[in-house]
Protein backbone atom coordinates (compact mmCIF):
# COMPACT_ATOMS: atom_id res chain seq x y z
CA UNK A 1 0.00 0.00 0.00
CA UNK A 2 1.48 3.64 -0.74
CA UNK A 3 2.34 5.97 1.97
CA UNK A 4 -0.88 8.27 0.15
CA UNK A 5 -3.21 5.50 1.06
CA UNK A 6 -2.45 4.80 4.00
CA UNK A 7 -2.52 8.10 4.99
CA UNK A 8 -5.97 8.49 3.82
CA UNK A 9 -7.11 5.10 5.12
CA UNK A 10 -5.64 6.73 8.58
CA UNK A 11 -7.95 10.04 8.32
CA UNK A 12 -10.78 8.21 7.02
CA UNK A 13 -10.75 6.18 10.01
CA UNK A 14 -10.55 8.87 12.49
CA UNK A 15 -13.59 10.62 10.66
CA UNK A 16 -15.57 7.35 11.06
CA UNK A 17 -14.47 7.17 14.79
CA UNK A 18 -15.54 10.58 15.26
CA UNK A 19 -18.59 10.89 13.61
CA UNK A 20 -17.32 12.97 10.74
CA UNK A 21 -14.80 15.25 11.86
CA UNK A 22 -11.50 14.65 13.22
CA UNK A 23 -9.31 17.10 14.16
CA UNK A 24 -5.36 16.44 13.28
CA UNK A 25 -1.77 17.76 14.43
CA UNK A 26 0.38 17.63 10.82
CA UNK A 27 4.11 16.73 12.58
CA UNK A 28 2.14 14.09 15.18
CA UNK A 29 0.39 12.05 12.73
CA UNK A 30 3.54 12.64 9.94
CA UNK A 31 5.70 11.15 12.91
CA UNK A 32 3.09 7.93 14.22
CA UNK A 33 2.72 6.77 10.56
CA UNK A 34 6.59 7.52 9.39
CA UNK A 35 6.28 10.00 7.01
CA UNK A 36 7.20 13.76 6.33
CA UNK A 37 4.67 16.13 6.82
CA UNK A 38 4.05 17.52 3.37
CA UNK A 39 2.88 13.87 2.39
CA UNK A 40 0.16 14.89 5.52
CA UNK A 41 -0.48 17.77 3.30
CA UNK A 42 -0.68 16.20 -0.08
CA UNK A 43 -3.59 13.70 0.87
CA UNK A 44 -5.36 16.05 2.49
CA UNK A 45 -5.09 18.76 -0.56
CA UNK A 46 -5.98 15.60 -2.74
CA UNK A 47 -8.25 13.89 -1.37
CA UNK A 48 -10.01 15.58 1.15
CA UNK A 49 -11.30 18.76 -1.02
CA UNK A 50 -14.76 20.22 -0.77
CA UNK A 51 -15.46 18.15 -4.25
CA UNK A 52 -15.31 15.21 -2.68
CA UNK A 53 -17.32 15.90 0.23
CA UNK A 54 -15.03 17.71 3.00
CA UNK A 55 -14.33 20.94 4.57
CA UNK A 56 -10.53 21.46 5.88
CA UNK A 57 -10.04 24.27 8.55
CA UNK A 58 -6.11 25.00 9.71
CA UNK A 59 -4.65 26.76 12.24
CA UNK A 60 -0.67 27.82 11.99
CA UNK A 61 1.41 27.42 14.60
CA UNK A 62 2.37 25.66 17.80
CA UNK A 63 -0.73 24.64 18.79
CA UNK A 64 -2.46 24.07 15.53
CA UNK A 65 -4.31 21.64 13.86
CA UNK A 66 -6.13 20.87 10.78
CA UNK A 67 -9.66 19.95 11.18
CA UNK A 68 -11.71 17.59 8.51
CA UNK A 69 -14.90 17.49 8.50
CA UNK A 70 -17.32 15.61 6.04
CA UNK A 71 -20.24 17.42 4.79
CA UNK A 72 -23.54 15.65 5.70
CA UNK A 73 -25.77 15.98 2.35
CA UNK A 74 -28.08 13.66 0.92
CA UNK A 75 -27.26 11.27 -1.80
CA UNK A 76 -28.65 13.40 -4.64
CA UNK A 77 -26.84 16.52 -3.46
CA UNK A 78 -23.61 14.68 -3.08
CA UNK A 79 -23.45 12.72 -6.41
CA UNK A 80 -24.33 16.00 -8.40
CA UNK A 81 -21.61 18.08 -6.10
CA UNK A 82 -19.04 15.50 -7.49
CA UNK A 83 -20.43 15.76 -10.93
CA UNK A 84 -20.02 19.86 -10.72
CA UNK A 85 -16.62 19.33 -9.24
CA UNK A 86 -15.41 17.24 -12.62
CA UNK A 87 -15.01 19.65 -15.01
CA UNK A 88 -13.81 19.14 -18.81
CA UNK A 89 -10.64 16.73 -17.95
CA UNK A 90 -10.18 14.04 -15.58
CA UNK A 91 -7.55 11.93 -15.25
CA UNK A 92 -7.64 8.41 -14.00
CA UNK A 93 -6.01 8.78 -10.79
CA UNK A 94 -8.60 11.50 -9.48
CA UNK A 95 -11.13 9.59 -11.13
CA UNK A 96 -10.00 6.31 -8.92
CA UNK A 97 -10.14 8.79 -6.04
CA UNK A 98 -13.13 10.25 -6.63
CA UNK A 99 -14.82 6.29 -7.32
CA UNK A 100 -13.13 5.08 -3.91
CA UNK A 101 -14.84 8.29 -1.53
CA UNK A 102 -18.01 7.79 -3.03
CA UNK A 103 -18.05 3.95 -1.97
CA UNK A 104 -16.87 4.91 1.62
CA UNK A 105 -19.61 7.30 1.76
CA UNK A 106 -21.93 4.60 0.65
CA UNK A 107 -22.77 7.19 -2.20
CA UNK A 108 -22.61 3.84 -5.10
CA UNK A 109 -22.04 -0.10 -4.47
CA UNK A 110 -18.55 -2.30 -5.48
CA UNK A 111 -20.21 -3.22 -8.63
CA UNK A 112 -20.85 0.31 -9.86
CA UNK A 113 -17.71 0.77 -9.24
CA UNK A 114 -16.12 -1.49 -10.79
CA UNK A 115 -17.79 -1.24 -13.76
CA UNK A 116 -17.63 2.75 -14.00
CA UNK A 117 -13.94 2.02 -13.10
CA UNK A 118 -13.54 -0.22 -16.01
CA UNK A 119 -15.34 2.49 -18.35
CA UNK A 120 -12.97 4.71 -17.87
CA UNK A 121 -10.01 3.04 -17.80
CA UNK A 122 -6.60 3.92 -20.22
CA UNK A 123 -7.48 0.38 -22.01
CA UNK A 124 -11.06 1.08 -23.13
CA UNK A 125 -9.62 4.60 -24.36
CA UNK A 126 -7.61 2.94 -26.67
CA UNK A 127 -9.16 3.65 -29.80
CA UNK A 128 -9.20 7.30 -28.27
CA UNK A 129 -6.21 10.14 -28.91
CA UNK A 130 -4.27 10.13 -26.32
CA UNK A 131 -4.52 13.77 -25.27
CA UNK A 132 -8.50 13.38 -25.13
CA UNK A 133 -7.94 10.35 -22.92
CA UNK A 134 -9.12 13.04 -20.15
CA UNK A 135 -11.93 14.86 -21.56
CA UNK A 136 -13.71 12.01 -22.67
CA UNK A 137 -12.78 10.31 -19.35
CA UNK A 138 -14.63 13.41 -17.71
CA UNK A 139 -17.59 13.47 -19.77
CA UNK A 140 -18.08 8.99 -19.25
CA UNK A 141 -17.68 9.81 -15.73
CA UNK A 142 -20.58 12.71 -15.43
CA UNK A 143 -23.03 10.58 -17.57
CA UNK A 144 -22.73 8.05 -15.99
CA UNK A 145 -23.21 9.62 -12.34
CA UNK A 146 -26.19 11.42 -13.81
CA UNK A 147 -27.49 7.91 -15.03
CA UNK A 148 -26.97 6.54 -11.53
CA UNK A 149 -28.37 9.76 -9.55
CA UNK A 150 -31.98 9.26 -11.71
Do not use: W
Request: glycine share 6%.
Amino acid sequence: MRMSDLVAQYITEMLDEQNGSAEIQRNELAGSLGCVPSQINYVITSRFTPEQGYIVESRRGGGGYIRISRVKTDRGTAVMHIINSVGSSLDKASAEIMLNNMLQRQLMNLQSAKLIAAALSDRTLTQVEQDKHDSVRADLFKNMLLTLSS
